[in-house]
C-alpha cells in the first residue's frame, strides 16, 4: 500500500506512516559528537554543528555558535588528555552549546595583558563578548575516567 506524498515522505515505496514528523522548531532537541584527542577534532565539530543548525534553520546562530565551539574544542584539544563531547540542545529560543573533557582545570578568568601580538589568551575574552550567557563545573567521575569539566554556552534567538 502506498501512502500519498508528502513535503517529508521518502524517495521510495515504504509507507509515510512508518517515518516520524520532523520535530516543531520550538521542540526541544539534543545531539551529541565524542572526538578523540586530535588537531581536526574542533573542525569536525564546528562542520556537525553547521549541519545541525541548518537542518533546523537555526543559522542566524550559526556564526557565533561555531566561533565559541571552535575555541572551547581547541582547548580541550590542546589542553586536556583524552576524548572530549559537545552537546547540543535546543529548548526553544535558546541553544546551548556544552564542550566536556577529562581535564579537571576549570578556564582562568580573562584577564586584559595579552598583548596585541599574542597567539593565545583570548578565549575566555571571546566567550564573554559573545555568548549571551556562559558558565561551566567540574564533573566527577563517568565512564572515561575520574574528574573533568564541562563549559558550556547559551545563544537566544532574537527573531
Known amino acids: 500500500m502506498r501512502t500519498e506524498p508528502t513535503p517529508y515522505a521518502p524517495y ?3 509507507p509515510y506512516a512508518l517515518h516520524p514528523a520532523p520535530i516543531p522548531f520550538a521542540g526541544p532537541w539534543t545531539y551529541e559528537l565524542v572526538f578523540p584527542r586530535d588537531p581536526r577534532g574542533p573542525r569536525i565539530a564546528r562542520t556537525t554543528l553547521r549541519a545541525v543548525l541548518g537542518a ?4 542566524e546562530l550559526s556564526y557565533r555558535a561555531e566561533l565559541l565551539t571552535s575555541e572551547l ?3 580541550s584539544v590542546r589542553h586536556a588528555q583524552g576524548p572530549a563531547g559537545v552537546r547540543l540542545q535546543w529548548r526553544h ?3 546551548r552549546v556544552s564542550v566536556w573533557d577529562l581535564s579537571p582545570d576549570l578556564p582562568k578568568p580573562y584577564r586584559p595583558a595579552v598583548g596585541p601580538e599574542a597567539e593565545a589568551g583570548r578565549g575566555m575574552a571571546i566567550l564573554e563578548l559573545v555568548a ?3 558558565g561551566g563545573c567540574a564533573i566527577g567521575d563517568g565512564e572515561l575516567g575520574s574528574g573533568g569539566k564541562t563549559i558550556w554556552f ?3 534567538l532574537t527573531s
Do not use: C
Open 93 to 95: 529560543p535558546v541553544l
Open 154 to 156: 547559551e545563544l537566544a
Open 56 to 59: 533546523h534553520e537555526l543559522t
Open 73 to 75: 574544542t581547541t582547548n
Open 132 to 134: 549571551d550567557r556562559w
Open 12 to 14: 521510495d515505496d515504504t
